[in-house]
């Protein structure tokens, strides 16, 4: 069965500090790994990843795709309050069917 | 540019009832998708829409059912609904083809209560 899990669940850090957020995945026919920001309703595009290896970065965010052994992390320095939301995985095949992963709440305290 | 728009925000129906959600996808984009989220939990997908034809589906029995239109927005709908159907029903465009991908772009969502 396809599926997508992230780790840790949860997570509650302070203003500053740097957090890795976890997923793996089993896919069949893969296409490619995206991360989600949550914060209220809709979902908010970060990174899209097709290439192992190669690290993809925007401000204090970045992320990177493992092929080999399925997971990839996204990783958050510095991390500030607004940083607080749900962080999704998805991974789509080439059929067009996405699965998501249930999400790592981040918590910042000020 | 114009996001993804969905109505209604808020419903609330009872067990038995059918309901019609909608979406607007984003300008140029011709593929929406329909995903399912109950509280804690990830979007599950229930299928996707392009040019007007259904081109992938979820685990979700026939009484989910959907359309695209020539404009291509696009309708769900759910017959005899049930107590576990409440969730956030999420729509996403993307300016895909069948053979290709990119990154989906979310509407904030229908909040749909069954009672």
């Known amino acids: 069965e396809d599926k997508v899990v992230q780790s840790p669940l949860s997570l509650v850090v302070h203003e500053g500090d740097t957090v890795t957020l976890n997923c793996s995945y089993e896919?069949?026919?893969?296409?490619?790994l995206l991360w989600y920001k949550q914060e209220k309703k809709a979902p908010t595009f970060l990174f899209m990843l097709t290439s192992s290896g190669i690290e993809k970065k925007s401000g204090r965010l970045s992320s990177i795709l493992d092929k080999k052994e399925l997971f990839s992390i996204l990783n958050i320095t510095a991390t500030q309050t607004g940083d607080s939301a749900v962080y999704l995985c998805?991974?789509?095949?080439?059929?067009?069917?996405?699965?998501f992963g249930t999400g790592t709440s981040l918590t910042v305290i000020p | 540019e114009t996001g993804v728009t969905q109505s209604p925000t808020h419903l609330i129906k009872t067990r038995g009832q059918q309901v019609t959600l909608r979406c607007s996808s984003q300008?140029?984009?011709?593929?929406v998708s329909w995903y399912q989220q109950a509280l804690g939990q990830g979007p599950q997908f229930i299928f996707q829409?392009?040019?007007?034809?259904?081109?992938g589906r979820g685990n979700f029995p026939p009484r989910f059912s959907g359309l695209q239109f020539p404009n291509y927005s696009s309708e769900l709908n759910v017959n005899a609904l049930e107590l576990d159907d409440s969730a956030l029903y999420l729509c996403?465009?993307?300016?895909?083809?069948?053979?290709?991908?990119?990154?989906?772009?979310f509407g904030p969502g229908t909040r749909l209560t069954v009672l």
């Open positions: 996403a465009s993307s300016p895909t083809g069948t053979r290709s991908y990119n990154e989906q772009f």
């Open positions: 829409y392009y040019r007007e034809e259904e081109n």
């Open positions: 300008s140029g984009h011709n593929t």
């Open positions: 896919v069949t026919n893969f296409r490619s």
């Open positions: 998805a991974a789509p095949n080439t059929g067009n069917q996405f699965y």
